[in-house]
């Protein structure tokens, strides 16, 4: 069954794509929830049509995310966090803690666009994120976990 995505769709495609996917998950999950609708020949003539239209403010909007790509790339993020003994935490750094992070130092970017490396992490020590700021822009991000004094 083929689709075009309404929205991004996390392991499938990103918004405006037309998508493969098997009859069950399209009739059942994306088509009622919304998340995409049927790839007739009259919706894909509309679609090519709104992607043309979209192509030039799309270029303004990568222009952007490219701005704010490099301005991440300059940062040095330390996340402190308690530690028990060794270099073990009290509880776990994730996504939302580093979101929390890049907002004291002025870039607000949504939780859900940011992927810390290993998932959670639980010991001090360096690490990556991986920041998704448009389909075709995303940024590495190394930062830091110390002890709070």
């Given at each position: ?38 790839a007739t020949v009259s919706a894909r003539k ?9 192509a030039f403010k799309e270029k303004k909007i ?9 301005a991440l790339k300059g940062l040095d993020i ?72």
């Amino acid at each position: 069954m083929e689709l075009i995505l309404k929205h991004d769709v996390e392991g499938l495609g990103f918004k405006d794509d037309v998508v493969t996917v098997k009859n069950g998950y399209g009739r059942n999950f994306l088509i009622p929830g919304g998340k995409a609708i049927l790839a007739t020949v009259s919706a894909r003539k509309v679609l090519a049509e709104n992607l043309k239209q979209r192509a030039f403010k799309e270029k303004k909007i990568i222009d952007e995310a490219q701005a704010i790509a490099d301005a991440l790339k300059g940062l040095d993020i330390k996340i402190s966090a308690k530690v028990g003994t060794g270099d073990k935490l009290f509880g776990s750094v994730n996504n939302i803690d580093l979101a929390a992070s890049l907002e004291k130092a002025g870039h607000a970017i949504d939780k859900k666009f940011i992927n810390v490396t290993g998932g959670n992490v639980k010991r001090l020590g360096k690490y990556n994120a991986n920041i998704r700021l448009h389909r075709d822009v995303a940024v590495d991000l190394p930062f830091e976990i110390i002890a709070a004094s």
